[in-house]
């Protein structure tokens, strides 16, 4: 991906974001980001970001909304907390890229064709519907999202392995109380309000 330089008026800019990202991810040191680029000189997936997470920090502070749901790097967090254990300043980086997660997928803000928002999405359904997860069928409905068939045919030999050996199933698998899983998610969400 090529990164292209454009000019932004501030009037352009949303000034509610980093208080938004800021109550989202329980990180009120965010603020006291000094930029000293700990945190992405110890990120391993750094190279492959297209912003580092020094700059996601400084973008999310001066309100790049835009461009800060839409980046990759939120979604290449490996969440390994190299960067959260070494921070200066004590900012947990981690958690502020869950709540930019968060806040892409709600927003429907985020790289197209990118497989983790799909992923988390269909993971999400598959639960709440059965209580359990059927792998065979979330890579299926994961690879027709994301439009993806080749990548479908390139796992098929390693999921027919995984079937052989019953480590597989085409069987979709439920939870016997779904009524009480549905109570229990009810409670959850009026819980986060």
């Known amino acids: 991906m090529e990164i292209q330089e454009k000019i932004k008026y501030e009037e352009e800019l949303d000034k509610n974001f980093f208080d938004e990202i800021k109550e989202k991810s329980g990180c009120d040191e965010i603020s006291q980001c000094i930029q000293c680029g700990t945190c992405s000189s110890s990120c391993p997936m750094a190279v492959y970001m297209d912003y580092s997470p020094r700059k996601i920090i400084a973008m999310i502070k001066s309100g790049f909304k835009d461009e800060v749901l839409k980046s990759f790097t939120p979604w290449l967090c490996a969440s390994c907390y190299s960067c959260q254990v070494r921070c200066p300043s004590?900012?947990?980086?981690?958690?502020v890229m869950y709540a930019l997660k968060r806040k892409a997928i709600k927003e429907k803000i985020y790289p197209s064709r990118f497989s983790i928002p799909v992923m988390?999405?269909?993971?999400?359904?598959?639960?709440?519907?059965?209580g359990r997860?059927?792998?065979?069928?979330?890579m299926l409905n994961l690879f027709l999202k994301t439009r993806n068939p080749l990548g479908l045919i390139?796992?098929?030999?390693?999921g027919l392995s995984l079937m052989k050996t019953g480590r597989m199933s085409l069987k979709k698998e439920s939870i016997k109380n779904k009524k009480q899983?549905?109570?229990?998610?009810?409670?959850?969400?009026?819980?986060?309000?």
């Open 133 to 138: 997860s059927s792998e065979v069928w979330l």
């Open 90 to 95: 004590n900012i947990k980086i981690t958690d």
């Open 181 to 193: 899983l549905r109570k229990l998610l009810k409670a959850v969400k009026e819980g986060t309000k």
């Open 120 to 130: 988390d999405k269909e993971m999400h359904k598959i639960l709440t519907k059965n």
């Open 154 to 158: 390139k796992m098929a030999p390693l």
